[in-house]
């Protein structure tokens, strides 16, 4: 069975303080890794796809990376703004577009 | 914001009940799926629907059911609302093809059983 585990569960971080999520996952036949951002009480929003171990996306303060077993999620200097829960999620492919997601990382910046 | 628009979005049913809600897929998507996010979850895959036909399902019994009309708009169905039932509820579109692009989420529905 698929299985995608996030750690930590909630990351509390000072403005500016850079840090690291991470992302364990167990997906047979992984056709891409997800991380999206959700606000309370929204719908996630798409963030990066990774698509093969080495891969690095970029943009403004976050970068994506993966590897064979796990992707990390890398914060650089956040802002309160940056706050929200952080999911990430392993497509299997085969016919069907079927996500399996973690429980998230919620994060908290403070000013 | 993404074109993937849900209706209602707050819904208060109580338990036995039968409950439908809607998703307008953003344009060009012809493929749905659906999740349901349980407080302090992640989403879980419902099932997904490709040009009109339930294309995989997750692990939800037969009471959840779902439908996509021409236009690609869906609408999910459950029939004897269960208290655990009560969640968000997100439907997310794509246009298939040979790579798998990303996933467009709309606001979600918020079901509350009572």
């Known amino acids: 069975e698929d299985q995608v585990t996030q750690s930590p569960e909630a990351l509390r971080l000072q403005e500016g303080e850079s840090s690291s999520l991470n992302c364990s996952y167990t997906?047979?036949?992984?056709?891409?890794l997800f991380w999206y951002r959700q606000d309370p009480g929204k719908g996630p929003e798409f963030l990066f796809t990774?698509?093969?171990a080495g891969e690095e996306k970029e943009k403004e303060r976050l970068k994506a990376t993966l590897t064979k077993k796990e992707s990390f999620l890398h914060i650089t200097a956040p802002k309160p703004e940056d706050s929200a829960t952080y999911l990430c999620?392993?497509?299997?492919?085969?016919?069907?577009?079927?996500?399996?997601f973690g429980k998230g990382t919620l994060l908290t910046v403070n000013p | 914001e993404t074109g993937v628009t849900q209706s209602p979005t707050h819904l208060i049913k109580t338990r036995g009940q039968q409950v439908t809600l809607r998703c307008s897929s953003q344009?060009?998507?012809?493929?749905v799926s659906w999740y349901q996010q349980a407080l302090g979850q992640g989403p879980q895959f419902i099932f997904q629907?490709?040009?009109?036909?339930?294309?995989g399902r997750g692990n939800f019994p037969p009471r959840f059911s779902g439908l996509q009309f021409p236009n690609y708009s869906s609408e999910l169905n459950v029939n004897a609302l269960e208290l655990d039932d009560s969640a968000l509820y997100l439907c997310?579109?794509?246009?298939?093809?040979?790579?798998?692009?990303?996933?467009?989420f709309g606001p979600g529905t918020r079901l509350t059983v009572l």
């Open positions: 999620a392993g497509n299997s492919g085969g016919s069907n577009y079927k996500l399996t």
């Open positions: 997906v047979s036949g992984l056709r891409g």
């Open positions: 990774l698509y093969s």
């Open positions: 344009s060009g998507h012809n493929t």
């Open positions: 629907y490709y040009r009109e036909e339930e294309n």
């Open positions: 997310a579109t794509y246009s298939g093809g040979l790579r798998y692009n990303e996933q467009f």
